[in-house]
Protein backbone atom coordinates (compact mmCIF):
# COMPACT_ATOMS: atom_id res chain seq x y z
CA UNK A 1 0.00 0.00 0.00
CA UNK A 2 1.40 3.28 -0.84
CA UNK A 3 0.88 6.42 1.80
CA UNK A 4 1.90 9.65 1.96
CA UNK A 5 2.81 11.51 4.57
CA UNK A 6 2.21 15.13 5.05
CA UNK A 7 3.42 17.62 7.73
CA UNK A 8 3.04 19.84 9.61
CA UNK A 9 -1.01 18.21 9.61
CA UNK A 10 -1.56 22.01 10.81
CA UNK A 11 -0.34 25.55 10.21
CA UNK A 12 -1.08 29.07 11.41
CA UNK A 13 1.14 31.92 10.56
CA UNK A 14 1.40 35.83 9.88
CA UNK A 15 0.57 37.30 6.34
CA UNK A 16 3.78 37.51 4.29
CA UNK A 17 6.06 34.67 6.43
CA UNK A 18 6.83 32.08 4.10
CA UNK A 19 6.26 28.40 4.81
CA UNK A 20 7.05 24.80 3.32
CA UNK A 21 4.81 21.77 3.21
CA UNK A 22 6.25 18.60 2.71
CA UNK A 23 4.51 15.43 1.45
CA UNK A 24 7.31 12.09 2.07
CA UNK A 25 6.11 8.59 1.30
CA UNK A 26 8.32 5.17 1.43
CA UNK A 27 6.90 4.32 -1.95
CA UNK A 28 8.27 5.38 -5.84
CA UNK A 29 5.60 7.80 -7.38
CA UNK A 30 5.44 8.01 -11.20
CA UNK A 31 3.94 11.28 -10.61
CA UNK A 32 2.07 13.73 -7.78
CA UNK A 33 -0.09 16.09 -7.58
CA UNK A 34 -0.75 18.97 -5.17
CA UNK A 35 -4.39 20.05 -4.57
CA UNK A 36 -6.29 23.21 -2.26
CA UNK A 37 -9.44 22.38 -1.03
CA UNK A 38 -11.39 25.29 0.83
CA UNK A 39 -14.20 24.39 3.41
CA UNK A 40 -17.75 22.75 1.59
CA UNK A 41 -15.62 22.79 -2.15
CA UNK A 42 -13.89 20.17 -4.09
CA UNK A 43 -9.78 20.02 -4.11
CA UNK A 44 -8.35 21.82 -7.00
CA UNK A 45 -5.92 20.81 -8.57
CA UNK A 46 -2.18 22.78 -8.13
CA UNK A 47 -0.25 21.30 -10.49
CA UNK A 48 1.81 17.93 -11.14
CA UNK A 49 5.09 17.43 -10.79
CA UNK A 50 6.27 14.08 -13.23
CA UNK A 51 10.52 14.23 -12.99
CA UNK A 52 12.80 13.56 -9.93
CA UNK A 53 13.88 16.63 -9.10
CA UNK A 54 11.58 18.77 -10.76
CA UNK A 55 10.32 22.30 -9.62
CA UNK A 56 7.93 24.05 -10.85
CA UNK A 57 6.46 27.48 -10.19
CA UNK A 58 2.89 28.77 -9.48
CA UNK A 59 3.40 33.22 -8.80
CA UNK A 60 4.22 32.57 -5.28
CA UNK A 61 4.12 28.54 -4.92
CA UNK A 62 7.01 26.62 -5.81
CA UNK A 63 6.91 23.06 -6.16
CA UNK A 64 9.77 20.19 -5.78
CA UNK A 65 9.67 16.80 -6.48
CA UNK A 66 12.73 14.73 -4.72
CA UNK A 67 15.14 13.25 -6.63
CA UNK A 68 14.10 9.85 -5.95
CA UNK A 69 10.29 10.61 -6.74
CA UNK A 70 9.66 9.63 -2.98
CA UNK A 71 8.74 13.20 -1.34
CA UNK A 72 8.01 16.77 -2.57
CA UNK A 73 7.10 19.46 -1.06
CA UNK A 74 5.47 23.00 -1.68
CA UNK A 75 6.97 26.20 -0.54
CA UNK A 76 4.89 29.30 -0.62
CA UNK A 77 6.04 32.68 -0.40
CA UNK A 78 4.81 35.95 1.18
CA UNK A 79 1.79 33.86 2.27
CA UNK A 80 -1.83 35.89 2.07
CA UNK A 81 -5.09 35.33 3.76
CA UNK A 82 -6.32 33.96 0.21
CA UNK A 83 -3.56 31.08 0.36
CA UNK A 84 -5.65 29.76 3.55
CA UNK A 85 -6.78 26.03 2.70
CA UNK A 86 -5.99 22.31 3.13
CA UNK A 87 -3.30 21.17 0.92
CA UNK A 88 -3.41 17.97 -0.33
CA UNK A 89 -0.56 16.10 -2.16
CA UNK A 90 -1.74 12.66 -4.17
CA UNK A 91 -0.02 10.15 -6.00
CA UNK A 92 -1.31 8.30 -8.91
CA UNK A 93 -3.20 5.42 -7.13
CA UNK A 94 -5.27 7.81 -6.01
CA UNK A 95 -3.57 7.84 -2.46
CA UNK A 96 -3.97 11.01 -0.78
CA UNK A 97 -1.94 12.53 2.43
CA UNK A 98 -4.23 13.76 5.56
CA UNK A 99 -3.32 17.21 4.19
CA UNK A 100 -2.08 20.33 5.37
CA UNK A 101 -4.61 22.72 7.05
CA UNK A 102 -2.55 26.36 6.53
CA UNK A 103 -4.75 29.58 8.33
CA UNK A 104 -2.99 32.62 7.27
CA UNK A 105 -3.57 35.63 9.67
CA UNK A 106 -3.73 38.74 8.22
CA UNK B 1 -12.34 24.13 -19.16
CA UNK B 2 -12.42 20.95 -16.84
CA UNK B 3 -15.78 21.33 -15.06
CA UNK B 4 -17.27 18.81 -12.95
CA UNK B 5 -20.73 19.54 -11.63
CA UNK B 6 -22.23 17.69 -8.67
CA UNK B 7 -25.97 17.52 -7.76
CA UNK B 8 -27.35 17.62 -5.15
CA UNK B 9 -25.05 19.79 -3.23
CA UNK B 10 -26.64 19.46 -0.19
CA UNK B 11 -29.20 16.91 0.89
CA UNK B 12 -30.54 15.50 4.06
CA UNK B 13 -32.42 12.63 4.55
CA UNK B 14 -33.99 10.07 6.56
CA UNK B 15 -32.59 7.04 8.18
CA UNK B 16 -33.28 4.58 5.47
CA UNK B 17 -33.94 5.97 2.70
CA UNK B 18 -31.94 6.03 -0.24
CA UNK B 19 -30.15 8.88 -1.58
CA UNK B 20 -29.04 9.55 -5.86
CA UNK B 21 -25.87 11.96 -6.19
CA UNK B 22 -24.58 13.09 -9.58
CA UNK B 23 -21.49 13.37 -10.92
CA UNK B 24 -21.02 15.20 -14.24
CA UNK B 25 -17.95 16.52 -16.55
CA UNK B 26 -19.25 19.54 -18.18
CA UNK B 27 -17.05 20.20 -21.01
CA UNK B 28 -14.87 17.12 -21.31
CA UNK B 29 -15.83 12.86 -22.03
CA UNK B 30 -14.69 11.19 -18.74
CA UNK B 31 -13.57 7.57 -19.65
CA UNK B 32 -13.16 7.38 -15.64
CA UNK B 33 -14.84 8.77 -12.88
CA UNK B 34 -14.09 8.23 -8.80
CA UNK B 35 -15.53 8.68 -5.85
CA UNK B 36 -14.21 9.75 -2.60
CA UNK B 37 -15.75 10.91 0.80
CA UNK B 38 -14.49 13.03 3.18
CA UNK B 39 -14.86 13.60 7.11
CA UNK B 40 -14.80 16.37 9.03
CA UNK B 41 -11.06 17.92 8.93
CA UNK B 42 -9.89 14.13 7.62
CA UNK B 43 -8.42 13.64 3.54
CA UNK B 44 -10.22 12.30 0.75
CA UNK B 45 -10.74 8.28 0.78
CA UNK B 46 -11.16 6.76 -2.16
CA UNK B 47 -14.42 4.41 -2.34
CA UNK B 48 -14.66 3.77 -6.32
CA UNK B 49 -13.66 3.80 -9.45
CA UNK B 50 -16.26 3.93 -12.52
CA UNK B 51 -15.82 3.33 -15.70
CA UNK B 52 -17.89 4.04 -18.21
CA UNK B 53 -19.81 1.10 -19.55
CA UNK B 54 -18.64 -1.34 -16.72
CA UNK B 55 -18.98 -2.40 -13.36
CA UNK B 56 -17.11 0.18 -10.60
CA UNK B 57 -14.31 -0.99 -8.59
CA UNK B 58 -14.63 -0.56 -4.81
CA UNK B 59 -11.80 0.37 -2.40
CA UNK B 60 -11.53 -2.51 0.28
CA UNK B 61 -14.05 -1.87 2.93
CA UNK B 62 -16.41 0.06 0.78
CA UNK B 63 -19.88 -2.40 0.63
CA UNK B 64 -20.69 -2.20 -3.06
CA UNK B 65 -24.42 -2.87 -2.42
CA UNK B 66 -24.63 -0.14 -0.56
CA UNK B 67 -22.95 2.49 -2.55
CA UNK B 68 -24.25 1.59 -5.85
CA UNK B 69 -22.50 3.11 -8.77
CA UNK B 70 -23.18 3.91 -12.40
CA UNK B 71 -21.56 5.43 -15.12
CA UNK B 72 -24.26 4.83 -18.13
CA UNK B 73 -22.09 7.85 -20.20
CA UNK B 74 -18.89 9.11 -20.95
CA UNK B 75 -20.29 12.18 -18.85
CA UNK B 76 -21.94 11.00 -16.08
CA UNK B 77 -21.92 8.79 -13.16
CA UNK B 78 -24.44 8.44 -10.24
CA UNK B 79 -22.96 7.24 -6.65
CA UNK B 80 -26.41 6.01 -5.03
CA UNK B 81 -26.40 5.38 -0.98
CA UNK B 82 -28.56 2.26 -0.11
CA UNK B 83 -30.72 2.35 3.06
CA UNK B 84 -28.49 5.48 4.49
CA UNK B 85 -27.54 5.86 8.30
CA UNK B 86 -26.45 8.27 10.19
CA UNK B 87 -22.88 7.16 10.01
CA UNK B 88 -23.31 7.54 6.14
CA UNK B 89 -23.17 11.46 6.67
CA UNK B 90 -20.04 12.64 4.70
CA UNK B 91 -19.00 15.50 2.02
CA UNK B 92 -19.05 13.09 -1.08
CA UNK B 93 -16.54 14.35 -3.63
CA UNK B 94 -16.48 12.86 -7.66
CA UNK B 95 -13.52 13.59 -9.71
CA UNK B 96 -12.95 12.58 -13.59
CA UNK B 97 -10.27 11.78 -15.32
CA UNK B 98 -10.51 12.81 -19.08
CA UNK B 99 -10.20 11.01 -21.72
CA UNK B 100 -8.02 12.52 -24.03
CA UNK B 101 -5.53 15.24 -23.80
CA UNK B 102 -3.47 15.98 -20.37
CA UNK B 103 -1.29 13.66 -18.96
CA UNK B 104 -3.48 11.24 -18.54
CA UNK B 105 -2.81 11.90 -14.49
CA UNK B 106 -4.86 14.92 -13.63
CA UNK B 107 -8.05 14.46 -12.48
CA UNK B 108 -10.99 17.10 -11.78
CA UNK B 109 -12.99 17.12 -8.89
CA UNK B 110 -16.54 18.64 -8.16
CA UNK B 111 -17.69 21.37 -5.79
CA UNK B 112 -18.78 18.27 -3.14
CA UNK B 113 -22.65 17.24 -1.71
CA UNK B 114 -22.74 16.90 1.73
CA UNK B 115 -25.08 14.17 2.53
CA UNK B 116 -26.58 14.53 6.50
CA UNK B 117 -28.96 11.48 7.40
CA UNK B 118 -30.94 11.85 10.27
Known amino acids: TQLLEQSPQFLSIQEGENLTVYCNSS?????LQWYRQEPGEGPVLLVTVVTGGEVKKLKRLTFQFGDARKDSSLHITAAQPGDTGLYLCAGVLLVFGKGTRLSVIA | GAVVSQHPSWVICKSGTSVKIECRSLDFQATTMFWYRQFPKQSLMLMATSNEGSKATYEQGVEKDKFLINHASLTLSTLTVTSAHPEDSSFYIC??????????????FGPGTRLTVT
Open chain 1, 27 to 31: SVFSS
Open chain 2, 95 to 108: SARPGSGGSGREQY
